[in-house]
């Protein structure tokens, strides 16, 4: 029913329970391609060994090349992604979704069963992710990150969206733009927090929180997010521990400004993140105090 891609780079330290929670899933892929990013630890190894027990993993394997969240990622996966639905072509698997995992997130043993549920009882859903969860101190964390959208990792599309869509883009912070693509194009996308899944590792955090922030400073820049989104996002930031990371994301976004890098060259998507996800901010934060007021 589904296809799966997971990009890795370096994880032999989590990498088969990652893979494990994959195997045990209640309803399994048809189809799943690991692509490893050239990793130089042990990461090949472990996943030759998984592909040599279940016929339905495969993996291909990249060049060299420095971690890089902003482009090289949407690279690594787009590659995954191109080469999957080929490969499906090529010798005719039928499939209804496709979906994509990081190599630091380990499953609940119905993920996917329970995400393709929602599926069927929505026809208009075109992508989907569960909740994503951190284990701090002992106990289990909702990730606030993202509101109601869905996670870039734990992800699924509908078929018909993804290509509705045009595919997986090759620019940074391309699940984003997936997202706003599906909604422009009158896709319903849910976030569903009581499905599972545990990122071992903070987001953002493989080359450092100081790096993964900044990068994602210059990728609000890059979608030519509203100023105003951006000191919210920075307040944010700096509220929670560690409390660094909201200047981390100014400083990328300011240095993007300065140097007048290159935005998005989509005009919708560039409205769409200055104009309309304000609107719909200002709607999010109403229905908090609502909420919050009903309940004093």
Known sequence: ????????????????????????????????????????????????????????????????????????????????FDFIIKYCKENKINYSFIASIDADTILEPEYFEKILHEFEINGKLGIASGGLYHEIDGELKLSTKMENFPSGTGRVWSKKC????????????????????????????????EVRMIEKRLTSSAEGLWIG????????????????????????????????????????????CVKREERIKDRKIREYFWSYRLIEYKKLVIRRIKSLVSTI
């Open 1 to 80: 029913m589904y296809i799966l891609i997971m990009p890795v780079k370096d994880e032999e330290k989590i990498l088969r329970d990652v893979i494990e929670s994959v195997i045990n899933q209640t309803v399994k892929p048809l189809f799943w391609l690991i692509v490893d990013d050239g990793s130089t630890d042990n990461s090949i190894e472990i996943i030759q060994n998984f592909g040599s027990k279940y016929n339905w993993i495969k993996s291909i394997h990249l060049p060299p090349h420095e971690r890089d969240i902003i482009f090289h990622v949407s690279y690594v996966y787009k590659n995954g």
């Open 162 to 193: 993804f290509f509705d869509t045009g595919g997986f883009s090759l620019e940074p912070s391309a699940d984003s733009i997936s997202n706003v693509k599906a909604t422009l194009r009158g896709w319903d996308i849910k976030r569903f927090n």
């Open 213 to 256: 922030y900044k990068c994602n400073g210059h990728m609000a820049y890059y979608l030519n997010k509203n100023p105003i989104l951006v000191l919210l996002n920075v307040f944010q930031y700096t509220l929670r521990k560690p409390h660094y990371t909201g200047i981390s994301f100014l400083l990328g976004y300011i240095t993007a």
